[in-house]
């Protein structure tokens, strides 16, 4: 049984003297906030469940695609052992899914929601309540030059290549703060998208922030078990109008949860997607 749900959800307003909108990676640690020069622009939301139609959303046709399969690591405490034992397997998955024949996986975020805990580096990272693009074009490009030799880049460049994130929850279902993602058939890419710029400790990266549309249609699979996955498209070098090029997506509190379940705990990983 399927259970649609309505979640408030923060879009972007862009700054209105039209100057390029950033916002820096961590919170002020005195604020709690994050440096920024744009506004959040929120609206309440309907988030329909897929469970039980997942198969109708695939990564080429909405930018998102379900799945089903247990992670052979399941303890996600400590980063060298999540690189060493399931980066390998997650590399596996996604060319089993895909059909690509490289994968390198860039970095990996384990969220884990503590209310009143700040933001303020890597291993405090929250769920995120921001409707976003975890890439741009421009981001997408500078990534393959930054993760591969210089040798290697410009032929990788030439063929297809993505950015796809795996998420899965770890330890126990996502009932708490589940995930939405935006069917991209419900976008217009040239209207709804806001490239922002994300300021790091060392250098910048750049990201999408998303303008509120009455068209965005949002999806999300109640009660995502840690045996669940999903790939979500950040990027994809084919841009002729024949597949998704990527899925906003967001974090968000469901009214429906119910009192005491266990809080968010999630891992997604981000991976360069080559094709032959």
Known sequence: MAS???????YMLAP???SRPYNTINSDGATGKRARNWAEDTHDIRIEDVRGKEELYKLDIAGFQYGREAAKHASFLNDDEVEREYYPESIDLIKRVTGATRI????????????GEVDDGP???QPVPLVHVDQTTASSIARVHRHLPPTEAP???????QIVNLWRP???AAVDWPLALCDFRSIDYEKDLVPVTLVYPDHEGETFGVKYSPKHQWKYMKAMTPEEFVLIKCFDSVQDGSVARLTPHTGFQDPNTPEGAPLRESIELRALVFYD
């Open 170 to 172: 770890i330890s126990h």
């Open 123 to 125: 291993q405090k990272r």
């Open 16 to 18: 209105s003297d039209g």
């Open 4 to 10: 649609d749900t309505i979640g408030i959800f923060n």
């Open 104 to 115: 390198v996986i860039f970095d990996h975020t384990i969220r884990r929601r503590r209310p």
């Open 155 to 161: 032929s990788l460049l030439r063929r297809r290549f």
